[in-house]
């Protein structure tokens, strides 16, 4: 029988269809627009999550563990920095590889949000792009919920971008 993942109450949220299948014992949503280019392209073009909690587990371990896990991060979204509006990056290794992966030299900082989760923008980059980098152990489950509506809410039109 299968169950749901953890994502499964969003996910049956937004299966309009109910056309659920079964993927290694987990529900899997087969479908949710009428159509699959409409699928195809918001993924290709705009943005997408696909739970693949199904998906075997392999466990890295060792000294460089974390560092090549970021670094694989970092790699897989290179195609796509022109597209990101603005940056949430958790974990100090994680954020200089992505940074470093980008091209990114250098961040100014602006403000503080909370303890230890700087908002910064970057310098000397093909352009402007706001970035908030969190440390491993800092925040509390509000933090990120935080940083979204910070970002949300940050005027985009060009003026200035002083965070306040």
């Not at 073009?45 to 896990?69: F, H, Q, T, W």
């Not at 303890?115 to 990120?144: H, M, Y």
Request: neutral net charge.
């Amino acid at each position: 029988m299968s169950v749901g993942t953890v994502f499964y109450p969003r996910e049956s949220d937004l299966n309009a269809h109910l056309a659920w299948g079964e993927w290694s014992g987990y529900h899997s949503a087969a479908v949710y627009a009428d159509f699959h280019d409409i699928e195809y392209n918001a993924i290709r073009e705009a943005a997408g999550v696909v739970d693949v909690s199904p998906l075997y587990k392999y466990i890295v371990r060792g000294i460089d563990a974390g560092r090549l896990l970021s670094s694989a991060l970092a790699q897989m979204i290179v195609p796509h920095y022109n597209k990101v509006g603005a940056l949430v990056v958790t974990g100090g290794e994680t954020a200089r590889l992505v940074l470093q992966t980008w091209g990114v030299t250098g961040l100014r900082l602006v403000k503080e949000l909370e303890p230890g989760l700087p908002f910064s923008i970057t310098e000397n980059w093909g352009r402007r792009l706001p970035v908030i980098t969190k440390a491993g152990d800092f925040g509390n489950p509000q933090t990120l919920v935080h940083c979204r509506q910070f970002l949300h809410d940050l005027d985009r039109t060009g003026k200035s971008v002083s965070g306040k």
